[in-house]
């Protein structure tokens, strides 16, 4: 085994972490990884967002109660089966959304 430190380095955009930074386990990658501009979560990020505007302009809410009030309408509205259907998916998927930003 070499006596050489290793210096690890982003993949993404070159950062160097001090000497010796385990390539895993350590807090200073985990905390990089959320701020590093060219990681693919930057652009899965941008995605989530453009798909969550898109799901709010359909339902016409992001607030968690009114989504709920709004499935309860829906199941018993006289629409389609298919129509129900997607909505009431993209209201658990913004319930879902909100969920998950309320954890991080």
């Known amino acids: 085994m070499s006596n050489e430190s290793r ?12 000497q010796d930074t385990p390539a895993w386990g350590a807090e ?4 990089h990884i959320k701020i ?10 941008v995605t989530i967002a453009k798909l ?6 359909l339902v ?3 607030d968690k ?3 709920k009030k709004m499935e309860i ?9 298919a129509d ?3 909505m009431i998916n993209a209201i658990h998927t913004l319930i879902d959304l909100e969920d998950t930003a309320n954890k991080g």
């Open 28 to 31: 200073i990658l985990t905390e």
């Open 60 to 62: 016409g809410t992001s």
């Open 36 to 45: 590093c501009e060219k990681h693919p979560m930057r652009k899965a990020e």
């Open 65 to 67: 109660g009114e989504l």
């Open 7 to 18: 210096v690890l380095t982003c993949v993404y955009c070159g950062m160097e972490y001090p």
């Open 73 to 81: 309408l829906i199941r018993v509205a006289q629409a389609p089966d």
């Open 84 to 86: 129900k259907v997607g």
């Open 52 to 57: 969550k505007a898109a799901l709010i302009g």
